[in-house]
């Protein structure tokens, strides 16, 4: 599993409230914990999903976790898998858009390209030249 694979599937358990923050803390657990990387690496990779008895968790929602966490790449879940899950949809009654619907292709000419990154010469100038004045934040 990619790091962004590992962050997607994080904030999407996280926001859908699948795996409470309180509830790992209160149980003070996670649900892989290691002191060692390797052994930890070694539990992401052949550990079993295993779902708390609380708070109770649907089947469907169970099938897309299960889905999302495939051990195999290839035979993990799209994001528009993803988008189209009875769990997701609530049973088709409420769709996503479909990509289609409200995504175009933008053409970016080579010019464009070209112009689009210059050169920084620090981040400080940067950071200088973005923040508003100090004279403006104060009342």
Known sequence: MSSVDGHLISFLLL???CIPVSDLHERDECPFIDEYILALHNKIKN???EFPETPVISEEL???ILRMLNKN???????????????VTQNGSCPLPLEEEHCTVVEVTEEE??????????LSAV???SL????SILP
């Open 73 to 87: 790449p290839d035979a993990r879940i799209t994001i528009p898998e993803i988008k189209m899950h009875p769990w």
């Open 132 to 135: 508003p004045a100090p004279d």
């Open 47 to 49: 550990k079993p999903v």
């Open 127 to 129: 950071v200088r030249t």
């Open 113 to 122: 390209v070209q112009n689009s990154v210059k050169f920084v010469p620090s």
């Open 15 to 17: 926001s859908c409230n």
């Open 62 to 64: 169970k099938s897309l």
